[in-house]
């Protein structure tokens, strides 16, 4: 209750209507802020629909608020019909900050920040879930995904077998609630505290895991490693990586990535 901002508060006790997608839910937290305003359901089930209406409202001079459950509307959750519907009437549409699981989770993470690509909950069935999983697998920041927890386990055994067990990930589990927690390392250092711990596969989690620049430079040599050194920037970088490629195997792009890393961290 206590992420709620003073702004959040002020909008939502000054509009006529509130849009939620569970008035059950919902109500609890305005009983909680003191305001009393007219809660109106709206989900994926009927969002199309009631879009219609609240645009009626809308026109009529109402002001409207849109929440969610948790979080902000939109990410994952519903509200994108309606947003764009009254988009195309031409009306006024006003973003209120508030919490985002997203952004709390990339705050304590301790990955790369400067690029994350974030793609929603992982599909339900193995096959998508691996497809969804390579292919990200060349993705140099941090990429986050949404989880239940009845499937937690087997998206990392998934993820595991697709990008390895030994990339760095961190879990973020019911972030700011009272059973918060924040597990960071290996897929398999996560996998083992889960599968000990079956508090820690409860809630909601948000998963992130590290882009390939940095875990990928495990993959080069020693050998490689010292014969760069040598080199000094004497060749141009795509140059060196496939001659690199050619006399040591694996991809151009493995030792190009890594010689750009080399390079901008001297500079």
């Known amino acids: 209750m206590a992420d709620i901002t003073e702004r959040a508060r002020q909008v939502l006790s000054s509009v006529s209507r509130v849009c939620c997608e569970d008035t059950r839910h919902s109500v609890r937290l305005l009983d909680h802020l003191g305001i009393q305003a007219r809660l109106e359901a709206l ?11 609240i645009l009626q409202w809308l026109e009529a ?9 948790a979080g902000t509307p939109l990410i994952s959750d519903p509200g994108y019909v309606l947003v764009n519907d009254v988009v195309a009437k031409g009306l006024a549409v006003v973003p ?8 709390a989770a990339l705050s304590v993470a301790g990955l790369p920040t400067d690029r994350f690509s974030f793609e929603g909950f992982l599909p ?7 497809s969804a999983f390579q292919q990200i697998s060349e993705y140099a920041g941090t990429v986050i995904f949404y989880e239940s927890s009845h499937r937690i386990e087997d998206s990392l055994a998934d993820l595991a077998k ?31 505290v889960l599968a000990n711990d079956a508090n820690q596969r409860r809630g909601e989690f948000v998963l992130l895991v590290q882009g390939v620049g940095k875990s990928k430079q495990a993959e080069i040599s020693d050998e490689v490693r010292k014969l ?7 060749l141009p970088p795509k140059v060196l990586a ?7 195997g694996g991809r151009k792009k493995l030792y190009y990535d890594y010689l750009l890393s080399q390079r901008s961290s001297e500079t």
């Open 124 to 130: 339900a069935k193995t096959s998508a879930r691996q």
């Open 228 to 234: 760069v050194v040598t080199l000094g920037d004497s």
């Open 61 to 69: 001079g109402e002001s409207i608020a849109l929440i969610s459950d």
């Open 242 to 248: 496939a001659a690199l490629a050619d006399a040591f």
């Open 43 to 53: 989900h994926e089930h009927n969002e199309r629909d009631k879009s219609a209406l």
């Open 162 to 192: 697709v990008l390895g067990a030994a990339r760095q990930i961190v879990l973020a589990r019911e972030l700011t609630k009272t059973f918060e927690t924040v597990l960071r390392g290996t897929v398999a250092d996560v996998q083992a």
């Open 96 to 103: 209120v900050p508030g919490a985002s699981a997203i952004i």
